[in-house]
């Protein structure tokens, strides 16, 4: 694969299933995450035929922004894949959690997606995705944005607050001026 490639669907497994026993023969049992961004979009909704990392949130170890010994043994093993794979070292990509901070749906709404060797692998229901979209709203997540609003049967601004309101402090929607993202969104 050639670096910066954008990823699909047969190659988002095939690396995870590398990655999964990557961890394997190092040692690692149960290494959890869950999926983000594009390959949600990609692998559960389907709005999109590529992207180009694979986003988590880990779930079971320390985020690689203050890691300790596991997770450094993590992260060698996430970029022995990408120079296997020519891929950048980035490209199973941990940074949503200093956006996400400790953001994250009840264990209970997690659902296991698949699991690989090690590595298992949990898809959040659509509800989450589309509140961290809203709340984070950068232009190129207006597809994913309208793609999720679709899904989910949400139509007005009152659906998408109820949404973001599950998932977000009201502080931290003020912090990042989701309200100014729905009026955009939901102009009249």
Known sequence: MARG???QSVEIEALLQDLGAELAARGFTSIRVMLLGGAFMLLKVGNR???QDIDVFPLNFVDSSHPDETTKKIVVAIHAVAKKNGLKRDWFNGAAFGIL???Q???EELTLWKAYGALELY???AQFILAVKLFGFRD???ND???LLTVLNVSTREQAQAIIDCYIPRQAQREYRTQETLDDLFEE
């Open 123 to 125: 898809m959040p229901p």
């Open 145 to 147: 944005v309208q793609a």
């Open 5 to 7: 490639k954008d990823l």
């Open 105 to 107: 749906p009840p264990q």
């Open 140 to 142: 190129r997540d207006y």
């Open 101 to 103: 901070g400790g953001t």
């Open 49 to 51: 035929a590529t992207t």
